[in-house]
């Protein structure tokens, strides 16, 4: 009983914690670029599904079919938060990643539509594919990012906590049949318990990138800012 109250708590705490690079990206709005500003729009969403789901539940005893259509959703959003980017959209692999989301998207319609009942049923398709492909492109940021030297840090350690948990939510989803998710049993504990981890980490990797980001005037503007300094 304490320890199914502690993991209530834990997960409690791992939705609030999303707050804090919430309230850094509402905070330095301004003076964020693109990439920085589609990063909070990701964040929003992963801040207000919970709460849709809750109050789903509340006035319909029904939040099912809401996980069907935030899958895609999560997906579009990461696929433009890397497009942002500068040179990414330019590349042939991001081409083919760009199908690969269309087609994910397409895929989990023919689910809902023919495979599986969205009203009564749980997803057991849609998720290895999205992680998966957040994974491929989480990847593949971190890739060009490496091979083009980049000092944007705060960038880094973004593009780091969407890869760890699109990553750890995929080896828990993989090995969650292998668990007893029965309440007092050793397998729910990890099960939680985990889950809310990977949380509270992947929210600190975008609290630490945001915090340490830093916005740099145009070279245009810096110029003209130079040019009027007296001599």
């Known amino acids: ?8 708590w834990l997960q409690l705490f791992s ?10 990206v509402i905070s330095r709005w301004r ?5 920085r500003r589609r ?3 990701f964040i929003l969403f992963n801040a207000a599904f919970p709460v849709l789901s809750w109050a789903l539940v509340s006035l319909f005893n029904k939040n099912i079919p809401l996980f069907y259509v935030a899958s895609p959703l999560l997906v579009v959003l990461i696929y433009r938060l890397f497009n942002a ?22 895929f989990v319609v023919v689910d809902m539509i023919w495979l599986e009942n969205p009203m ?10 999205e992680k998966l492909l957040i994974v491929l492109m989480s990847f593949y940021f971190l890739y060009r990012f490496s091979r083009a030297a980049h000092t944007d840090f705060s960038s880094l350690w973004i593009g780091i906590g969407v890869g760890t948990n699109a990553l750890l939510s995929l080896m828990i989803l993989l090995y969650s049949p292998y668990l007893s998710l029965q309440p007092n049993t050793v397998g729910f504990y990890m099960w939680y318990g985990l889950a809310s981890f990977v949380s509270i980490l992947t929210y600190s ?7 340490v980001y830093r916005s740099y005037l145009p070279q245009p503007k810096l110029n003209r800012l130079l040019a009027n300094q007296p001599r």
């Open 1 to 8: 009983m304490i320890s199914y109250l502690v993991l209530e």
């Open 15 to 24: 939705q609030a914690y999303i707050l804090l690079p919430l309230l850094l």
């Open 31 to 35: 003076s964020h670029d693109a990439f």
């Open 39 to 41: 990063v909070g729009w």
């Open 85 to 106: 980017w500068p040179g990414t959209s330019a590349m042939a692999f991001w081409r083919v990643i760009r199908g690969l989301v269309v087609a994910y998207c397409l």
């Open 120 to 129: 009564t049923t749980f997803s057991r398709h849609i998720y290895p594919p």
């Open 205 to 211: 990797f975008y609290a630490y990138g945001l915090w």
